[in-house]
């Protein structure tokens, strides 16, 4: 889903949302400064996606989230270059390359065309050990580079509550089980004196809780944002506006900026729905996407507007930042470690991840849900068995999303027009 | 059991490898619970000491996987996705387990886990019933805590199925059985380069995961005291993927080589001290410190063990063999190769119980060639 920050946009025939340039100007700004600061000195973080980086936020260690800097590096289109130095190593360039890009930056020479001027070598890298391959991974940062790996556990619950959309904001732990928080709780109390000591200064937990208060009220407006959208009549913004607006604003969570992003983004989408805009004025088809994006042709999700008055209507990123991260509570330091430690669980372990896109697609009103199955989706079979059981009809496409290679643009694309001709017609009535 | 020669207990040991349901259907006769596992770090006394056989579910080359591929689709190991095969329709000779014990010692494994709990709960297939046993493996003390809870519920749970506790005596004698298993475990490791080829040093390991533990270490004790002469072939250390079938030994083996060691939990890499103490606490010290799954090994640790292995085996070459989509080991063969010393070779993507013989011919002839010059 980090991925999604790589989107440029380009051919417009919808309104373009203001907060997505903001956002865009705004990361370019940060970023520049982070790398003036790193050079006096300052400590830097590389924190993966899916861990805690409120802690970092809390006591003002600045840090980057791994997958967004893989994203810049593919949108420059360094990715090729940077994993010929895994390969020369003898290390896989084909295993969560995703992950793997800024140690691949890290491992090649310097250039002066590097993305962005190129990512700082950080202080302390952070990342939960999920799957084979990232605990072997990040320790590479430690054993070729010397920069210290911290490894947090990823834990995996027997039993699970089905309905975590409801339960998740303030009542997780029934959601997701005391023993999972507790672990990470204990991991991060065991990681706080490292990043005290990289702050120079002592862990504030009032500080962390501001930190929570923003992030959470960034959800709700997430929330509102997406529910807005759910329920205007005509889908108002074109998908691939929404996403970097409502991305790169979750690289800053718990900041003011992030939060007055968030609801800039809701005041936008919600003068636009009492204009009546709408990217399909004739709206027939309201589809659904479920997978990872198709990072190299992004106008795809477009194509059908004109022709099949049909338009994607729902964007995995958007519906998790307003479900997935909101956590309430009095223990701050808890409630942050209830935000991570079931966090992949919720859009990839089923009954989670099917239930929801299950529910998501009903309060959408979809009329139907394309899955692309990439090489290494999980679950998907039990993905487009809920939805058919709920009488959503679903295309399956099997393709390597990273990889423009593994599919025919055109082919794919006729096969996903034939498939909109055959969903009934909603402006008839049906 | 009566004391038995070194021939008839290497027969023995053949046939638990051959019937990997023989001893799982004496179990049942008796009317005793069979309990199918899958993860290395498996608490099995636990299970044995709740009066039931652990046998760990294997694969077998040549199974019909389409069903098992439906569901389990993904990246993910074939071996697990034809161990899916054996518990959705067994055939002949599968155990028929009554409680299925899954544990998260990789991302294939905790898959496995997540499909049967879905086809569960949607009653899209019947299965056994599942248990899922979390147990983690970072140094921390946050993970001994955690572990030491899904230890202690685990025990609740199997008391909650055969509705009684497991009582100290019990567990005792459990843990004894299974600290005897392993005793006999090691003197085989330290055996079987002079003594058994790589397919049969993997048949007697694979045995003791399919028998009574007590039997098999006075079984496997007894087949030790055998004459052996050192087999025919050239040495060679398998690291990578594991081997719960002897199909590609055999295969390896047929081309002229010989499996001296592996450090993969079905073979040596299954070694284990013993636990000792009869506690909750010592199978948690166990469970999270002395079992490490081969993916919560840092590369250094994976090299410096190989490079001890391969010198006490006499390997002269080194393998490492990644199954499709068993990828992690990738990571860390250029640090084991260079640690081990010897010619190595990678073969990725290999298909379930088979190998490419001329890529690995390929891949180390330049290398020996050179060390010759
Ligand atoms: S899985 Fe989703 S949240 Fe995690 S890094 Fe990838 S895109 Fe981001
Ligand atoms: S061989 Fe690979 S898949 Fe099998 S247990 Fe080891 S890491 Fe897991």
């Known amino acids: 889903m980090s991925e999604s920050t790589s989107i440029r946009p380009r051919r417009r025939t919808g309104p373009r949302l203001a907060a997505a340039r903001d956002a865009l100007q705004h990361q370019r700004e940060w970023f520049a400064t982070l790398r003036g600061q790193t050079e006096q000195g300052r400590p830097l973080a590389l924190v993966n996606a899916d861990a805690p980086q409120e802690l970092f936020r809390a006591m003002d260690v600045p840090y980057v989230v791994n997958q967004w800097w893989s994203s810049i590096i593919s949108a420059k289109r360094m990715s090729g270059r940077y994993l010929k130095a895994l390969r020369e190593r003898g290390l896989p360039d084909d295993v969560e390359q995703y992950s793997a890009l800024p140690l691949a930056e890290a491992l090649s020479p310097r250039g002066d065309d590097a993305p962005w001027g190129g990512l700082p070598t950080p202080s302390l890298v952070l990342a939960e050990c999920t799957g084979d391959s990232m605990r072997r991974m990040f320790q590479l940062w430690e054993s070729e580079l010397g920069v210290p790996f911290w490894p947090l556990e990823s834990a995996a619950a027997e039993t699970v509550a089905v309905n975590w959309w409801e339960l998740m904001r303030h009542d997780w732990e029934t959601a997701i089980g005391s023993a999972r928080i507790d672990l990470l709780q204990d991991e991060l109390k065991a990681l706080i004196p490292r990043i005290e000591e990289l702050a120079g200064a002592r862990f504030d937990e009032e500080r962390l809780a501001q930190v929570m208060a923003l992030s959470n009220e960034q959800a709700e407006w997430n929330r509102r944002t997406r529910d807005l959208l759910a329920a205007a009549p005509r889908c108002p913004v074109p998908v691939d506006d929404i996403i970097p607006a409502v991305m790169i604003p979750q690289w800053h969570r718990g900041t003011s900026w992030a939060t007055a992003a968030a609801k800039s983004v809701y005041d936008e989408v919600s003068s636009l729905v009492g204009e009546g805009r709408a990217v399909v ?15 190299f042709d992004m106008d795809f999700y477009r194509s059908f507007e004109q022709s099949h008055g049909a338009v994607f209507v729902w964007s995995m990123y958007l519906a998790l930042a307003a479900d997935a991260y909101a956590r309430y509570g009095d223990d701050p330091l808890r409630a942050l470690a209830a935000r991570f430690c079931a966090f992949r669980d919720q859009m990839y372990t089923p009954p989670w991840s099917v239930e929801w896109y299950v529910k998501e697609a009903k309060t959408h009103r979809v009329d139907g849900v394309v899955h692309l199955i990439s090489p290494d989706s999980r679950s998907s079979w039990f993905t487009t068995h809920a939805l058919r059981q709920a009488g959503i009809p ?28 055959s969903l009934p017609d909603q402006s008839q009535g049906c | 059991m009566r004391p038995i020669d070194a021939q008839q207990a290497a027969a023995a040991l053949r046939a638990a490898h051959d019937d990997r349901a023989l001893h799982a259907r004496q179990f049942a006769a008796q009317g005793r619970p ?14 044995t000491a709740a009066g039931a056989l652990p046998v760990r579910l294997a694969g077998r080359a040549g199974r019909d996987t389409s069903l098992a591929r439906t569901y389990l689709d993904g990246a993910v190991d074939p071996q697990v996705v034809n161990v899916l095969a054996a518990i959705l329709t067994p055939e002949d000779g599968d155990p028929v387990p009554d409680l299925i014990v899954i544990t998260h010692d990789c991302d294939a494994s905790l898959q496995l886990f997540y499909t049967l709990r879905e086809l569960r709960r949607t009653g899209t297939h019947s299965c056994p019933p599942v248990h899922f046993v979390d147990l983690l493996h970072l140094p921390g003390e946050a993970t001994r805590r955690y572990n030491l809870g899904r230890l202690s519920r685990f025990a609740d749970q199997l008391a909650a199925w055969r ?8 567990l005792a004698e459990a843990v004894a059985d299974h600290d005897a298993a392993r005793r006999a475990r090691t003197a085989l490791r330290k055996q079987r380069a002079s003594a058994l080829t790589g397919g049969e040093a993997l048949r007697w390991y694979a045995a003791s995961t399919a028998m009574p533990p007590r039997a098999y270490a006075d079984t496997l004790t007894a087949a030790l005291t055998g004459e052996f002469t050192r087999p025919e072939g050239r040495p060679l250390f398998v690291s990578g993927s594991t081997h719960d079938t002897t199909d590609v030994y055999d295969a390896l083996e047929g081309d002229g080589w010989l499996v001296v060691g592996d450090d993969h939990d079905w073979g040596d890499g299954g070694d284990q001290p013993p636990v000792g103490e009869p506690t909750l606490e010592a199978l948690t010290d166990h469970y999270t410190r002395e079992v490490v799954p081969s993916t919560a090994r840092t590369p250094q640790q994976i090299a410096s063990a190989a490079r001890g292995a391969v010198t006490r085996s006499g390997a002269a070459h080194l393998l490492t063999y990644c199954r499709q989509y068993d990828d992690a080991h990738r990571w860390d063969h250029p640090a084991r190769a260079a640690a081990a010393g010897v010619p190595a070779a990678l073969l990725r993507d290999q298909p379930y119980a088979g190998l490419d013989l001329p890529a690995l011919t390929a891949q180390l002839a330049p290398q020996e060639a050179q060390m010759t010059r």
């Open chain 1, 394 to 421: 679903v295309l399956e496409i099997r393709a390597d999303n990273a990889d423009g290679r593994s599919l025919d643009p055109r082919a794919m694309h006729d096969q996903v027009a034939r498939w909109i001709e």
């Open chain 2, 163 to 170: 509705g009684r506790a497991v009582n100290a005596a019990e």
């Open chain 2, 34 to 47: 069979v309990v199918g596992y899958v993860g290395c770090d498996t608490p099995v006394e636990l299970i």
């Open chain 1, 281 to 295: 004025p004739e709206e027939r088809h309201r589809l659904m996407w479920i997978g990872r994006g198709l990072w």
